[in-house]
């Protein structure tokens, strides 16, 4: 067993961490008080291949596995979530989605450019719409439909909580074909976001992750072509849930940076501030939340790493993934929060980064399967 990275890995994971720190550091504070969504910063993260990191050359991608990928999304979040879950949403969701399932048209014509970030001079990402107001955990419970017409199907009904709602080019949904089927009569389509009958809701007003852009979406007879359809009919659940299997390792990832981001700044606080006659890292309660800190940040990245590096062997990662997932993210809780415990008076404002990476990292509990989701997936493997 090797716990030792590859010089590319080396090389992906500096490249990731120069980026965040002189691209993603300047005004996050800024973008976060204004809900400003980081286009600049998804712009030049795609000209360094990063929106399609795991996505095949021959689809203008980068090519690389997945523990490049964990590695990126760490250095990445460490700095601002919200950039990195635009990153995220891209690779795991959508790229991957349409990599493995789509027909050879749907990667030539939606891959490509998703890949690249860009068609044209212009940002080209997509969004995973699965998640309604009635929606949520409960995924089976879909009430968008769509209506076969023949040669279209006619698609009606709203999604929620949309990470790149309004910035996205290409919308994968998942509706109801056949309500009489259960799980098994929903379908995944490829919606272009400038089709007529398509309305994007008011950017929501968020705790934390707040320069991502997340709306609601609404579908009004919008004709969607036969082509579009990702899979066989009745494909669609098992599309989504086998997709976000992979994306649960991408907010792990995200997870693991707010948490390292947080404790480095903490580290460095406890070398700066003094009391009682003594910097506070040579008080022993400050040593011993410092340890449990690096102790299960080093846990989450493990977790991280074996989800990823199952991946990579196309093995059946779904446990891993939710492992890491609910680990990482309670991490990232319990961490931030003993970050700007420590951190004192001077942690509850902006300018330190703390209570951002605090608020940051509750969502890292609730989307793409909440923790009591996951601990369902990892129940139900381990009693099976």
Not at 120 to 127: C, H, S
């Given at each position: 067993m090797l716990f030792q990275l590859s010089e590319e890995h080396l090389m992906i994971q500096k490249a990731a961490r120069d980026f965040a720190n002189t691209e993603c550091l300047p005004g996050v504070i800024e973008r976060d008080e204004l809900q400003k969504f980081p286009k600049e910063q998804i712009v030049k993260l795609a000209e360094l291949g990063f929106m399609g990191l795991m996505v095949k050359p021959e689809y203008g991608g980068s090519g690389m596995d997945a523990i490049s990928y964990v590695l990126a999304m760490e250095e990445i979040s460490k700095i601002d979530a919200s950039v990195s879950v635009c990153m995220s949403v891209n690779n795991s969701l959508v790229c991957y989605g349409l990599q493995e399932f789509g027909t050879e048209e749907q990667k030539q014509k939606y891959l490509t450019p998703l890949a690249q970030g860009k068609?044209?001079?212009?940002?080209?990402?997509?969004?995973?719409l699965l998640s309604e107001p009635e929606a949520g955990s409960d995924a089976t419970s879909q009430h968008t439909v769509a209506e076969d017409k023949g040669d279209h199907y006619l698609l009606n009904g709203v999604k929620n909580w949309i990470t790149n709602g309004n910035s996205a080019s290409v919308y994968l949904v998942m509706a109801q074909t056949d309500a009489t089927k259960g799980s098994h009569g929903i379908n995944t389509f490829i919606v272009e976001k400038n089709w007529p009958g398509i309305t994007v809701g008011a950017k929501e007003n968020k705790m934390g992750i707040r320069g991502s852009d997340t709306h609601s979406i609404s579908f009004t007879d919008v004709k969607v072509p036969k082509e579009n359809r990702i899979g066989a009919e009745g494909f669609g659940f098992s599309f989504a849930m086998k997709t976000l299997a992979g994306g649960r390792i991408g907010i792990a990832s995200q997870a693991l940076g707010i948490a390292g981001g947080a404790y480095e700044r903490a580290v460095a606080y406890s070398k700066q501030r003094r009391s009682f006659g003594k910097e506070i890292k040579d008080h022993?309660?400050?040593?011993?939340?410092?340890?449990?800190?690096?102790?299960?940040?080093?846990?989450?990245?493990?977790?991280?790493?074996?989800?990823?590096?199952?991946?990579?062997?196309h093995k059946d990662y779904a446990l891993s993934s939710s492992m890491a997932k609910v680990y990482a993210s309670e991490t990232a809780m319990w961490v931030t929060t003993e970050a700007v415990q420590i951190h004192g008076g001077y942690g509850y404002v902006k300018e330190y980064h703390v209570e951002r990476l605090m608020r940051d990292a509750k969502i890292t509990q609730i989307y793409e399967g909440t923790s009591e989701v996951q601990r369902i997936v990892i129940s139900r493997a381990i009693l099976k």
């Open positions: 068609k044209g001079d212009e940002l080209y990402i997509g969004a995973f022993q309660i400050i040593q011993f939340k410092l340890s449990d800190m690096a102790t299960r940040i080093e846990a989450s990245r493990l977790l991280c790493l074996k989800a990823a590096w199952e991946k990579d062997q």
